[in-house]
């Protein structure tokens, strides 16, 4: 019978109380409250806006084009503006990619940079800067990573 008291009061005395815990709560709480309320008495200087001014584009602004000397693969003629869907290292792939333009009636060509030996999918060529940059605009939706290209001679 000793022996069970002795348990007993073992058991009671290790139990913890939940007005512990709920001190503990209850001090962590107002110390992140007092936190907050300091952060946010904190003068913030005021925000100036510079607004953003844009260059028309016009045919003689280049500066900003890629331009690369290029070898036409497949016959055709290129002009200087040139809209790049895709770069490939494997003439093969650089193919395929043409022959799904072609499918999708855009008068597509491989052109090779011997610089770089990097074969480019150009979708279409212009003349005219502007018309250029049209094309390519329109075909990001299709080929997000579209460029423009100026092919130097």
């Known amino acids: 019978m000793g022996l069970a008291l002795i348990a007993a009061l073992a058991f009671v005395s290790c139990k913890s109380s939940e007005s512990s815990y ?5 001090k962590a709480k107002a110390q992140e409250m007092a936190q907050t309320n300091t952060t946010d ?3 913030t200087a005021p925000v100036s806006v510079t607004p953003v001014v844009t260059t028309p584009v016009t045919a003689a602004n280049t500066e ?3 331009q690369e000397r290029l070898t036409v693969m497949n016959g055709g003629t ?4 040139n809209v790049v869907c895709g770069s490939f290292s494997n003439v093969d792939n650089a193919n395929n990619l ?4 072609v499918a999708k009636g855009y008068s597509a060509q491989v052109a ?3 610089e770089t030996n990097m074969y480019r999918v ?3 060529s212009f003349d005219d800067r502007a018309a250029a940059v049209q094309s390519r605009d329109q075909l990001r939706g299709t080929y ?3 460029w423009l290209l100026y092919r130097t001679y």
């Open 22 to 26: 709920k001190k503990a709560y209850e």
């Open 41 to 43: 008495q904190v003068e």
């Open 64 to 66: 900003n084009d890629r």
């Open 78 to 81: 290129l002009k200087a503006f």
């Open 98 to 101: 043409r022959n799904t333009l």
């Open 112 to 114: 090779q940079n011997p």
């Open 122 to 124: 150009i979708a279409a």
């Open 144 to 146: 997000p990573d579209a």
